[in-house]
């Protein structure tokens, strides 16, 4: 039936011509979504202005205006009907009879009824004290009577609220934040609000008026259409339950998945979940647009004053290569080139995550729009970033969420399309399985000082669900894509190996704990048999606790907890039967010998840089197991055994903005006939920002520094001094432990910690103030993190007391925290 035969129905201006169309239009299907929606709303134009005509007689002076979502045409089958009597004020005993002639018809048929009675001032005075009335009064559309009544109200609606944007819009900010604390988020709930949920229709509505302001717009791409889903399911409710809800209950979700055509109630869910994520982005990034403008308006007339009427420039602070920060953003510096920096995504998300920052939607689609996909297997800057961004904790989440808005999260690891926006049906789960991913990763980069391969931690909590998008046993089908995407991200196969181990039993702690005798020495031992190793256990012990916080809090207690533990304990015991035995110093090469032989001659130190190589291909790479490809340039440097050498080159390094990715400091042992001692530093760093230095000025450094004539705690505190750190992430705190039976010649003091400008040269110089010797040091940053081991003894050489080990461990620890 067209819509045309429809109205030809209802032009009896009664109940039952308008009851008998309207009942056709929405039962016999030939129409739905937004035609069925403007034939709904013609409809209803129809009816009530033949009712208004009939009813008003000789009284001019007067409309009938639709508002709100009747005013939008979007009349959903038990919506209600919102409506404004506008006049003139000439004849008000008139319009109160019009007004009753309009409303009973409209409660006869049983409809909800949303009606207000006003002149032109009274409703721009309602409007200026009623912000809810205000955004109604923005939709206002005319349906019957005086039109020029009608337009002069809207112009005037139109222009109060761009007047009044600055002050209003904060307050409908607020409105939504208050409503989305109540109701929660649309994208993750079972049985989601689809109007007042966060990401729901009240959201698309909100963002409509802030463009309407003329102060800021929202990202339109995509929004119509999230619009439109979320009306064509409200749609299908109404008709399924026959009551006026926006709840999707979950007893109704298969019928109302039926009515639009879809497979399943989860395809329902998980078309819900996107449209709701574009509009909550869209929110997130309008609000942050309207923040900049405001704050822009508040300043502007101050600067311009200063500088004589010029426009400030703003200003652009570097974070990382090809990523600056301006105006509370990170932005793309201008001499970025993502179509030759395929990595650039990751850094400038990395960046942003570290700073605490948003990346800018700009940014963003020029990125999506422009970069080169990364090559197989990744380079190891790009997997370096992707730790970093996982471990930068609560800010991962707005980072990823703004890389995922415009497709880069699906192209960098394509594997994720399948969770993505996934309903979880248990009700212990709060998140759909994507977000549920990366709150784990949240969840674990609270615990990389617990592990001693924070990468690894990071990497396996964002891939540990990462089967559920399959058939079948997700932690078997996770094992499968878990090693594919880990070799393909660039780490080696003994890495990929303890991945893949992680996602297929990230359930077994837990499960074994909870559910089988500890008692019992087969349990523990098929726990071992099933784990191997000590530092995968590790490893299993500190996802199995991020993944159940990350679920719901029914998921994890300090029962489970400690049941956990439990297991830990006994498993590590088995584990620790066979202790290897410590190995041989390796023989210095042909390169390192020669160094130490000129640095002896000379009395003074010698370095050497050699830049890296280029990544193996993926063969070569899955065939060498061995530690994560390191980034930067190799320096090598020898020097005369004496103190203060640690600190010393960290220093220098730290003043050259240099970034240790790996360092080990270890004595060699010199030929025949050459008196002396030597240490050698093998070292891989990398530039903060452009090019490295000469090798000239850091040896010139680095002699000073040995001399005492160098004061580099003094020049790095200037320059903290100068550049004051930015908010951001708030990491977990240093850690530093002692490992007794890691070594019978030492004793190994390990240190985790946030890395940092100066972190070694801080670690260098406690250890030398505590008198201890450093035989050797073994340093790597994961990520953002920095797991250092370092091997040291007393005076004598050797091995320090228990009670004095501790002393510097905890000395240390309290040294890196103040």
């Known amino acids: 039936m067209t819509s045309t035969s429809v109205r030809n129905e209802a032009e009896d201006p009664g109940p039952s011509g308008y009851a008998a169309a309207r009942l056709r239009l929405l039962t016999e299907g030939a129409q739905s979504g937004p035609p069925r929606r403007a034939a709904l709303s013609g409809l209803t134009d129809d009816w009530l202005a033949g009712l208004f005509t009939a009813a008003t007689g000789e009284l001019c002076g007067a409309s009938l205006v639709a508002v709100g979502g009747y005013g939008r045409g979007e009349l959903s089958p038990r919506s209600d009907l919102d409506l404004l009597l506008l006049h003139d004020g000439s004849d008000p005993r008139a319009v109160a009879v019009l007004a009753d002639r309009l409303w009973y018809p409209v409660w006869d048929l049983g409809l ?59 307050e409908l900010q607020e409105l939504c934040a208050e409503r989305a604390e109540r109701q929660g988020e649309l994208q993750y709930l079972l049985e989601p609000d689809l109007k007042e949920a966060r990401g729901g229709l009240r959201d698309a509505t909100a963002l409509r008026a802030v ?30 339950t026959g009551r006026a809800t926006d709840r999707l209950a979950l007893q109704e979700q298969d019928q109302v998945a039926a009515e639009l055509g879809l497979l399943d109630a989860d ?22 647009e309207v923040g900049r403008v405001l704050r822009a308006r508040s300043v502007r007339p101050r600067l311009r004053a200063m500088l004589g009427g010029g426009k400030p420039a703003a200003d652009r602070s570097p974070l990382a290569e090809g990523v600056v920060e301006q105006d509370g953003e990170v932005v793309l510096a201008r001499a970025a080139r993502p179509d030759r920096d395929p990595v650039l995504p990751l850094r400038a998300a990395a960046a942003a995550a ?11 689609r020029r990125m999506a729009a422009t970069v080169r996909p990364l090559p197989t297997p990744w380079p190891a800057e790009a997997r370096e970033q992707l730790v970093t961004l996982l471990g930068s904790g609560r800010p991962t989440v707005e980072v990823w969420e703004a890389l995922e808005a415009e497709g880069l999260i699906t192209r ?16 212990v789960h709060v998140w759909t399985v994507d977000r549920h991913l990366i709150e784990t990763a949240v969840r674990a980069s609270e615990f990389t000082r617990r592990v001693s391969r924070p990468d690894l931690l990071l990497v396996a909590a964002l891939l540990h669900d990462i089967g559920k998008g399959w058939p079948g046993d997700h932690s078997v089908a996770g094992e499968i894509i878990a090693r594919d995407v880990a070799a393909r991200i660039g780490f080696d196969r003994a890495d990929v190996a303890v991945l893949s181990a992680l996602v297929r039993h ?6 074994t704990a909870t559910r089988r005798d500890l008692e019992d020495p087969a349990t523990v031992r098929s726990v071992a048999d099933a784990v191997g190793s000590q530092s995968t256990l590790e490893l299993l012990h500190a996802l199995t606790e991020a993944d159940a916080l990350a679920t719901g809090p029914a998921a994890w207690s300090s029962w489970r907890g400690s049941l956990v533990t439990e297991l830990v304990k006994r498993v590590s015991a088995v584990l620790a039967g066979d202790i290897p035995e410590e190995p041989e110093s390796a023989a210095p090469t042909a390169e390192q010998e020669r160094l130490a032989i000129e640095a002896v001659a000379t009395g003074s130190p010698v370095l050497a840089l050699r830049a890296q190589t280029e990544p193996p291909p993926e063969s070569a790479a899955q065939d060498q197991p061995g530690d994560p490809e390191p980034l930067g340039v190799e320096l090598l440097i020898a020097v005369p055994d004496q103190s203060g050498v640690l600190p010393a080159v960290a220093g220098v390094l730290a003043m050259h903005r240099l970034t240790v990715r790996t360092a080990e400091l270890r004595a060699v042992d010199l030929p025949d006939g050459v008196d002396g001692s030597v240490l050698l530093l093998n070292w891989r760093v990398a530039a903060e920002y ?37 908010r951001g992430v708030v990491a ?16 190994v003091i390990e240190v985790r910690a946030q890395d940092a400008p100066g972190l070694l040269f801080r670690i260098g110089r406690a250890l030398e103030n505590a008198g201890v010797w450093t035989r050797s040091a073994h340093v790597s940053t994961l990520g953002a993190n920095a797991v250092d081991a370092f091997y040291v003894t007393g005076p004598q050489g050797a091995p320090l007391p228990a009670d004095e080990a501790s002393s510097v461990a905890r000395k240390l620890e309290e040294t890196l925290r103040g």
């Open 412 to 427: 960098l690891l394509p594997d994720w399309e399948r969770v993505r926006c996934r309903p979880q049906r248990n009700a």
């Open 732 to 747: 977990p705190p240093p850690r530093v432990t002692v490992h007794p039976a890691a070594s019978r010649l030492a004793t």
């Open 506 to 511: 990230h359930l077994l702690l837990v499960e």
């Open 211 to 240: 463009a309407a302001s003329w102060l800021a717009d929202a990202p339109r791409e995509g929004l119509a259409d999230a619009r439109r889903r979320l009306l064509d399911v409200r749609d299908a409710l109404h008709l399924a």
């Open 112 to 170: 909800d009824l949303d009606h207000s009675v006003r002149t032109p001032a009274e409703a721009r005075k309602t409007a200026g004290e009623d912000l809810k009335a205000q955004l109604g009064l923005l939709d206002a559309r005319h349906v019957a009577g005086d039109l020029g009544l009608t337009a002069a109200l809207r112009t005037a609606v139109l222009a109060d609220w761009r007047n009044q944007a600055p002050k209003r819009l904060p």
């Open 690 to 726: 452009g090019s490295l230095p000469q090798a000239a000025r850091l040896r010139a450094d680095l002699v000073r520094a040995l001399d005492g004539t160098l004061d580099i705690a003094g020049r790095l505190a200037e320059r903290d001094a100068a550049y004051p750190r930015r």
């Open 267 to 288: 395809a329902l869910l998980r078309q819900v979940y996107e449209a709701a994520r574009l509009i909550s982005y869209a929110g997130d990034v309008t609000w942050r």
């Open 354 to 364: 570290q700073a605490g920052l948003p990346l800018s939607l700009h940014a963003v």
